[in-house]
């Protein structure tokens, strides 16, 4: 087996509570509640800012042009197509999207962004790659679960949003991060591959954990966030 079928097969039960979580489950349905919606992508966009920020860590980590240019493609796709998806949690809800955006990260997503931070700083390029792996990966599998389930037809609430994560150019984004990432696993010390799998299983955790975060509309006790702006 390759080191992500490893990975993937060791983290099995948490994929199978993400695509189970309500959140989720809701999209597939139709039905968020839109406080839920608008917390996430309050969150997300945050989130994606800083998986940027990760990606420009990576770019001065690369020894390789291909590598230079995947992760710039991916800066790319980011800024220019996933906010796609956003649009689609905005018109439900019926905000613009300037109005959701600049907001200070709720507890979990700062740990993730955080976590991801540390991985970039202090790992090599496959251990940035295994933490930032479940981000694409666990999506393309959301997609495809809630197409097969629910088989939305395009006047579905959700239907741009599960449409793109389903769609084969998300999925080949992921396969190259997973094709880049075994190769990188075959030349690691074991020392190196134990710090790769704790950061893919800490990622995958923390994708959950997100979900539940938007869900419940998290804060930072006493509602008092500090803005890190
Ligand atoms: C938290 C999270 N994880 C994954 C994705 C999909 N790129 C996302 N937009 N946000």
Not at 6 to 18: D, G, M, Q, S, T
Not at 20 to 30: L, S, T, Y
Not at 169 to 184: G, K, V
Not at 190 to 206: G, I, N, P, T, Y
Request: glycine share 6%; hydrophobic share 35%.
């Amino acid at each position: 087996m390759t080191f992500t079928e490893i990975v993937r097969k060791e983290n099995n039960e948490l994929f199978e509570a993400i695509f189970n979580h309500p959140f989720v489950e809701g999209i597939g349905k139709g039905e968020v509640p839109e406080q839920a919606l608008a917390h996430y992508i309050k969150a997300d966009y945050e989130y994606l800012n800083a998986f940027m920020h990760v990606y420009g860590v990576a770019i001065s980590k690369s020894t390789e042009r291909r590598d230079m240019g995947y992760f710039s493609e991916q800066v790319g796709f980011v800024l220019n197509s996933e906010t796609h998806p956003h649009h689609n949690f905005c018109d439900v809800i019926g905000a613009g999207y300037d109005e959701l955006q600049g907001y200070p990260l709720p507890p979990t997503a700062d740990h993730y962004v955080k976590h991801m931070m540390y991985h970039a700083q202090m790992g090599g390029l496959g251990e940035i790659l295994a933490a930032l792996l479940p981000c694409p990966w666990t999506y393309v599998e959301i997609g495809n679960h809630l197409m097969k389930k629910y088989q939305p037809t395009p006047n579905h609430t959700f239907y741009p949003w599960i449409e793109f994560y389903a769609n084969e150019d998300f999925d080949t984004l992921s396969m190259a991060m997973c094709e880049r990432l075994d190769e990188l696993a075959e030349e690691a010390s074991e020392v190196e591959l134990r710090r790769m799998k704790d950061a893919f299983r800490k990622s995958c955790q923390l994708e959950l954990n997100f979900w539940e975060m938007a869900y419940t509309c998290e804060e930072w006790p006493t509602g008092e966030a500090v803005s890190s702006k």
